[in-house]
């Protein structure tokens, strides 16, 4: 069975959009909501008392179904109203039979979404930022309107898994996202770079062994300070830093030659170009690539005015509105703490290389006097679960 595809939309200039959209009437009811239903009603040659109608017949409050009282989101997932016939709803629909007349698939499906499942605290958070009265926040400190929000979806690379199978079970790709944030269209592209975590910027070089409590001098994110962002044929190069490089310039040294038919390429310094710059299309992939050779896939998913339903502050942004959960590395001796060095030729060990909490590496590999046992190589490990 073939997969199903999602196709990207058209190229969308965000400044564009921005200017299509903003009017005198959104940026009003965006300032100043209690003068909402008097500006509409006049623009729409309408009463007060129409618009208030018109207010209360679209409220999301008749979704829910008259004389059921909803407990919990899922309970309002799984009982679906039998005379509902919204499209969404005939996929739920769809699922829920699936796993009500398949354990197997029903446990293959908890165990999937068991370690992907979005944190809700970030989604607590941004219910407390709305729920901010916009006087609490310092006038210098307020979002400027008009202005259009963006959902960035930052994902790990792209995981080949090879299987040796028939056709019926081709190698699959699976795109693994780390966090999913909210960027204003007025912010640099260098804001959002500041707040992408990977682990491989917590990188140090060198073998500890001898010295497991020196300190860290230099992460890696330190040293290669350089990177960019790939979109619509353009690089976003981060040169802030007079030792930047430009990463950018090999690839594009290499499409100049005429017989690849590659390109061609545009550069523009990320810190001078803001999103309202962009232009690009919804669920395509981009690239965000650092330390040299660290890729990341960059979808941005959504794009929508600015109103008063998102933090006002603008010291929230970007905004990490979810971010994913994944099962952690385990030390192998004690397997309930999360590892924190990784070896390489270690006669203890079972396997190598092999990973360690602080405690078991330290009492595997050293004596009472803090003295090195063995030869052996160590190094210091941070998992991707303990930043993102």
């Known amino acids: 069975m073939s997969r199903q595809r999602f196709e990207a939309s058209e190229l969308i200039n965000v400044r564009d959009f921005l200017a299509q959209w903003s009017n005198d009437v959104y940026i009003q ?23 208030k109608e018109l207010e209360s017949v679209c409220s999301l409050d008749l979704l829910n179904k008259p004389g059921v009282e909803t407990k919990t989101r899922w309970d309002s997932l799984e009982k679906i109203p039998p005379q509902v016939n919204l499209y969404c709803t005939s ?14 698939y029903a446990r293959e499906m908890m165990r999937k979404f068991k370690y992907k499942r979005n944190d809700l605290h ?7 930022a709305i729920t901010n009265i916009v006087k609490t926040v310092p006038e210098d400190c307020r979002v400027i309107y008009p202005d259009v929000i963006l959902t960035v979806n930052i994902h790990r ?14 190698k699959t790709d699976q795109l693994y996202p ?10 640099k592209l260098t804001d ?3 707040v992408v975590r990977c682990v491989h910027d917590l990188a140090v070089a060198g073998d500890a062994s001898e010295n497991p409590d020196a300190d860290c001098q230099n992460y890696a994110k330190d040293i290669y300070k350089s990177g960019f962002f790939f979109i619509n044929n353009t690089f976003y190069n ?12 090999l690839i594009r040294d290499w499409a100049s030659d005429p017989d690849r038919q590659v390109g061609p390429f545009e550069t523009q310094r990320m810190e001078e170009t803001t999103f309202l ?8 992939p981009y690239l965000y690539l650092h330390q040299g050779d660290c890729e990341h896939l960059m979808v941005i998913s959504d794009i929508k005015l600015l109103t008063k339903e998102h933090p006002q502050d603008v010291r929230d942004y970007p905004y990490l509105m979810k971010k994913y959960q994944r099962v952690r590395t385990a030390c192998r001796v004690c397997t309930k703490q999360a590892a924190r060095w990784i070896t390489y030729g270690s006669e203890f060990t079972p396997e190598n290389p092999c990973f360690f909490c602080d405690v078991c590496f330290r009492s595997l590999h050293y004596d009472l006097n803090n003295k090195k046992i063995g030869d052996f190589e160590a190094y210091r490990f941070f998992d991707h679960q303990a930043i993102v």
């Open 238 to 249: 981060d040169l802030r830093e007079d030792d930047a490089r430009d990463y950018s310039q």
């Open 29 to 51: 009811c965006a300032t100043d909501p209690t003068k909402s239903t008097d500006l509409l009603a006049e623009k729409m040659n309408m009463s007060e008392e129409n618009v």
């Open 122 to 128: 970030s989604l607590v958070h941004y219910n407390n």
């Open 178 to 187: 780390s966090n999913t944030l909210l960027v204003l269209g007025r912010q």
């Open 277 to 284: 710059d962009l232009t690009l299309r919804l669920g395509h």
């Open 91 to 104: 996929f739920q629909k769809k699922e829920l039979d699936k796993r009500k007349h398949s354990l197997y």
């Open 157 to 170: 690379g792209v995981k080949t898994f090879l299987q040796d199978r028939d056709e019926d079970h081709p």
């Open 192 to 194: 959002l770079r500041d």
